[in-house]
């Protein structure tokens, strides 16, 4: 009677612990894998490319059972598609660099569901909308790129300095409003007054050579610096200074193979910004599975990580962002 | 009797000239009013030779545009065609393969978009709308498969010197649109294809009854129309030095602008080289001289479309009047 009695508290004791490890896990039950919907709207850029390659090959290593949308920055396409996804229901969501203004309806869905979105590059502000987002420091981009246009140039005081920037983007309008408050700060010259504004990311390059062009045009060797937020506009801004014949210099932000070349080869190109994507993925990625280990969240929704300056000293060693 | 009717005479003669002249009265004034605001930069030679740097692109897709809107058509695949005949082009080139090689290699692909769009349009009847938003749509989809997401570039130096070489101070591409737009004009006006083209533009079942072979001409049309973007994709290419899957995108909407800021030029309100070229101009000058003058982009954007409205409208009462 006695161990009759013993192997019932016993059982009910492995059932009890049972439910509490279902209860504090994050999800995926013992006999099915764990169920994750990953979504990017920038798959056609070279890093948001990669991105979903690396995120496939994550899920492989980890055995999750993995749902991969690639929204061609259509969100009318996307977002529908993500939430159908999550009716069919999921442990987790993972965003890659879709910023959390534009996936409002994605957000509320996930939200209903209980499902948490992990977030990489997706805002440059906290917000609610995810556990976690974890991007660069926007603020130490401009710095290392503001600090190497005043070493070149011997200081900033009464230079004149181009800002392009990009505002739909919302890292690109950050920094290129921060640029322009360091600029000033350290009594540079705005040309044309304010921010120039490239339209469209897809003729960036164009663009910003037709915007520098006439502006030398308009002000000959009115120019000591053009910073700009990417390293495509950056390029056409660099072609227009070596076509005026001027020796102004340029920055962007990318660490595109093309950009380095350019800086390796010492023209108007001085310096762009390796944003460390792989090792942003890898903390993602760390805090998805410590979530399904035990169902603990990541202390803060928000994270910046710290950036490098490429210029033509440490050119080299850099892994271009169109070729992790 | 007389000298009252004079001022209302006077009045719609000069109404008349406006309607008639009215693009190239748009583009004298935008040259006069930012050669006036900047006498000391506008019309010097630096500055002439940036607009015409600028627009020499453009004026070669818009000279493709030109041929299939003259047809009463029009393709909205020209700009993704230049795309992908750069990108081709980088790509072959990436591969080791030969200038000649792979310029060749990029016109093909060109000639071939150009002849799946009207092999759409003039036999199996489609709408031009629908044929090129879809070929668009496909050949933007293969640019990317080419260029696989990234911008392709080290290209040799004398690829890159087709964009950015100079000839007595002026850059290539601008002899190219000179060319390209000659070439065109006559063909358009001196060749038996070229009068079919206008007859098919004037009244499709005319011609078909007066012996036009409609299906072949809008066919070559079409086939023309590709092969001269693909030629304005492989400069943009040279001249950026670089080749992504959407690069000069915005040249298709720009080229539609173009053609129909031109077909007011003339008498019959159709699509014509000339007034292609002068609205080619328009946009060349209005960009360049806002940049000049530091207008925002965003109200350049505005402006630009704003003109374009003013085009259409001249146009659609011209093709009223006649």
């Known amino acids: 009677m006695r161990n009759k009695f013993k192997l019932l508290v016993a059982a009910a004791a492995v059932v009890a612990l049972s439910l509490t490890g279902c209860a504090a896990s994050g999800g995926g039950e013992a006999d099915k894998p764990f169920k994750v919907i990953a979504f990017t709207s920038g798959n056609q850029t070279p890093v948001g490319a990669w991105w979903v390659k690396a995120v496939t090959a994550k899920a492989k290593e980890l055995g999750w059972d993995l749902t991969m949308i690639q929204g061609d920055f259509d969100f009318q396409k996307m977002n529908p598609a993500v939430e159908s996804a999550i009716g069919q229901g999921a442990d987790v969501i993972l965003d890659g660099y879709t910023d959390y203004a534009s996936i409002g309806s994605i957000v509320s869905a996930a939200k209903d569901a209980g499902i948490p979105i992990f977030a990489m590059d997706s805002g440059t502000e906290p917000t609610d909308a995810f556990v976690s987002n974890v991007t660069t420091d926007q603020q130490g981009i401009v710095d290392s790129t503001v600090e190497a246009l005043s070493t070149e140039l011997g200081g900033l005081k009464g230079k004149n300095v181009m800002i392009i920037g990009h505002d739909p983007h919302p890292g690109i309008r950050m920094r290129a409003g921060l640029a322009e408050e360091a600029f000033k700060a350290a009594g540079a010259n705005i040309a044309g007054g304010e921010i120039q504004k490239v339209q469209s990311p897809a003729t960036g390059r164009t663009e910003a050579l037709a915007l520098v062009a006439d502006y030398l045009a308009a002000n000959p060797n009115g120019l000591d610096a053009v910073w700009v937020g990417w390293d495509d506009a950056a390029l056409g801004a660099s072609k227009a200074l070596a076509e005026a014949g001027s020796s102004a210099k340029v920055t962007g932000v990318d660490a595109t193979s093309e950009a380095i070349a350019e800086i390796t080869a010492g023209g108007n190109f001085l310096a762009t910004i390796e944003q460390p994507w792989p090792a942003i993925l890898d903390t993602v990625i760390g805090y998805i599975v410590t979530y399904q280990k035990d169902g603990t969240l990541p202390s803060t929704n928000f994270e910046t990580v710290g950036t490098t300056l490429v210029n033509k000293v440490n050119a080299a060693k850099i892994t271009p962002s169109d070729k992790l | ?322």
Request: net charge positive.
């Open chain 2, 1 to 322: 009797m007389t000298t009252t009717n004079a001022p209302a005479r006077a009045g719609q003669a000069i109404g008349r000239m406006l309607l008639q002249g009215g693009t190239v009265v748009a583009l004298l004034l935008l040259i006069i009013f930012f050669f006036a605001m900047r006498p000391d930069i506008f019309l010097t030679f630096v500055n002439v030779k940036n607009i015409l740097y600028q627009v020499s692109i453009l004026a070669i897709i818009a000279g493709a545009q030109t041929v299939v809107m003259v047809v009463g058509d029009f393709d909205l695949s020209v700009g993704a065609t230049s795309s992908l005949a750069g990108a081709v082009a980088g790509a072959q080139m990436i591969g080791g393969a030969p200038i000649w090689q792979a310029i060749s290699v990029a016109l093909l692909v060109g000639l071939i978009v150009g002849l799946v769009n009207g092999v759409l349009i003039a036999y199996l009847n489609l709408t031009a709308f629908v044929a090129t938003l879809a070929t668009m749509t496909s050949v933007v989809g293969f640019a990317f498969l080419v260029t696989e997401g990234t911008t392709l570039f080290n290209f040799p130096a004398e690829f890159n010197e087709l964009g950015q070489g100079k000839f007595l101070n002026i850059p290539i591409p601008v002899y190219f649109a000179l060319v390209i737009s000659v070439i065109i004009w006559a063909v358009l006006k001196f060749t038996t294809i070229g009068r079919s083209w206008h007859a098919i533009g004037g009244n499709v079942e005319v011609s078909r009854l007066s012996g036009v072979n409609v299906r072949r001409a809008r066919l070559l049309a079409f086939t023309v129309a590709g092969l001269v973007s693909a030629i304005g994709g492989i400069l943009l290419a040279a001249r950026l030095g670089s080749a992504s899957a959407v690069q000069g995108s915005d040249n298709m909407m720009f080229s539609v602008a173009a053609v129909f800021l031109g077909m007011t030029v003339i008498k019959s309100g159709m699509a014509n080289l000339g007034g292609t070229m002068i609205g080619v101009g328009i946009i060349g000058v209005m960009s360049n001289g806002l940049n000049i003058l530091g207008v925002n982009a965003y109200i350049q954007q505005v402006v630009t479309g704003i003109i374009i409205i003013l085009a259409v409208t001249l146009s659609g009462l011209k093709t009223r009047e006649r």
